[in-house]
């Protein structure tokens, strides 16, 4: 992780902080101003509709508005209705008082302040602001009214409400946002770490048998060894090794074909038995001398298989070359080829160091070594359990791992039969 993305990323932080009080901080002077701006527009609305009703009162005919007049002096609630009733009052009301915005209730109340005309029923409704009228019907009064539930208070929390659920919203988002970058970040810087490693550790383990072959070689070159029996094992060494600089070789290749897209596989039905004594031959010598248990136990009348030989002995071989790598006191190979539901299983157990199972996923991936004090003390580059996991997948099949430590790990390639 470079120091700038980590300022990047408390640069986020910090400005997705400020953004969040900023926004709590005018939400409430907005819920405090809000009350009082609602108050405000409605006492406009209602001198407006007062106005307006003047103004169509002054052109309706002066009987039927001396009549209203009348009826609200008088204590007959009959007469006020009739009164209002006549066409040219109700369509000056409705004109002015029945086209006002929802949920707001208009009404009209009379010098007793009674309620003579409204939209709709005012139940329990507020009166949030009203206006008087002075010409036509003085001591008349226009008021504006919210049903329950729509007071201005219960309105803007409503909306403080939902600013609040966008802004968290907002700031979720932007949270999440951080934590997948951080997150790549990190596996990205750690993916340039591990490539550092894998670098060094293929040099290194180039480096090794190329050693050991010189040395070798030049010891028998200067023909000083006389007998046949050292002999033979210079040779045997100086073979050994060479193999293991192809293996080498092969996975660091076929590593860079796979992740340039460039891996083909051709695959042909063909036998099993011999491509598990095949994989196996080369690791005779160290096995032995290593003093290692083997055993094969390959099935009686196994199928042949669709495979890539070449590709499904490789991720043998490197299961092979891991169980004798990472071998601890105990030191047991068994190869294993059976049919398990339907599909070749080729297994490579061994009594090793084994893998913790937090580290079971993980060490499929390229590059990636189980960061011990005893792993690390031997070679090795961190893709060979990916090409094993490329072929047997590239092949329509899977590689799973079983182990525990201290007690060994078994791989097996799972191949369907085809
Ligand atoms: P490497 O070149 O490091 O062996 P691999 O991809 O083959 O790379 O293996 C990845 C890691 O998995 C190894 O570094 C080792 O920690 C762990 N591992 C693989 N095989 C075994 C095994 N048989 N026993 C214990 N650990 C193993």
Redesign the pocket.
């Given at each position: 992780m470079t120091r700038f993305s980590r300022w990047a990323l408390a640069c986020v932080v910090v400005a997705a902080a400020v953004l969040a009080a900023l926004g709590w901080i005018s939400l409430r002077q907005w819920e405090r101003s809000a009350e009082v701006v609602v108050r405000e527009q409605a006492r406009d609305m209602a001198a407006m509709a007062a106005e307006k009703i003047e103004m169509l009162l002054r052109g309706a005919p002066e009987d039927a508005v001396a009549r209203l007049r009348a009826a609200a002096g008088e204590a007959g609630p009959a007469a006020l209705e009739a009164a209002i009733a006549a066409r040219p009052i109700r369509e000056v009301l409705e004109k002015t008082l029945g086209g006002l915005e929802a949920p707001t209730i208009a009404a009209l109340l009379d010098p007793q302040n009674r309620t003579v005309y409204a939209r709709e029923p005012l139940g329990e409704a507020q009166r949030l602001a009203s206006a008087r009228l002075r010409e036509g019907l003085p001591g008349w009064q226009v008021a504006l009214y919210q049903p329950p539930g729509f007071s201005p208070h219960q309105t803007v929390r409503r909306q403080v409400m939902l600013f609040t659920f966008a802004l968290g919203v907002l700031l979720v988002v932007i949270l999440a946002g951080s934590v997948t970058t951080y997150r790549l970040m990190r596996r990205e810087s750690e993916v340039a770490r591990l490539k550092a490693d894998f670098v060094a550790?293929v040099s290194h383990?180039l480096k090794t048998p190329l050693s050991v072959i010189r040395m070798f070689g030049e010891t028998l070159e200067m023909g000083r060894v006389t007998d046949q029996a050292t002999r033979d094992e210079y040779y045997r060494i100086i073979t050994r090794e060479s193999e293991r600089l192809s293996r080498l070789i092969d996975n660091v290749l076929d590593f860079s074909r796979i992740e340039g897209g460039r891996r083909t596989y051709e695959r042909a039905r063909a036998p099993v038995e011999p491509l598990v004594r095949e994989s196996l031959e080369p690791f005779a010598y160290p096995l032995a001398q290593g003093g290692f248990k083997v055993e094969a136990d390959i099935a009686a009348d196994l199928p042949d298989v669709m495979m890539d030989t070449a590709a499904v002995g490789q991720a043998l071989s490197?299961?092979i070359?891991?169980?004798i790598?990472?071998?601890g006191a105990r030191k047991a190979v068994r190869v294993s080829a059976s049919m398990v539901g339907g599909e070749l299983a080729l297994a490579?157990a061994?009594e090793?160091?084994?893998?913790p199972p937090a580290?079971h996923a993980r060490?499929?991936e390229?590059f990636?070594?189980?960061?011990?004090s005893d792993?690390q003390g031997?070679?090795?580059?961190?893709?060979?359990?990916?090409?094993?996991r490329h072929v047997a997948e590239a092949h329509g099949g899977r590689v799973t791992?079983e182990?525990r430590p201290g007690e060994?790990?078994r791989?097996t390639i799972f191949l369907p039969v085809r």
């Open positions: 550790n383990d490197n299961l070359d891991n169980a790598k990472y071998s490579v061994d090793g160091i084994g893998i580290e060490i499929f390229k990636y070594r189980v960061g011990r792993t031997r070679r090795g580059s961190g893709v060979g359990l990916a090409l094993v791992v182990s060994g790990s791989f």
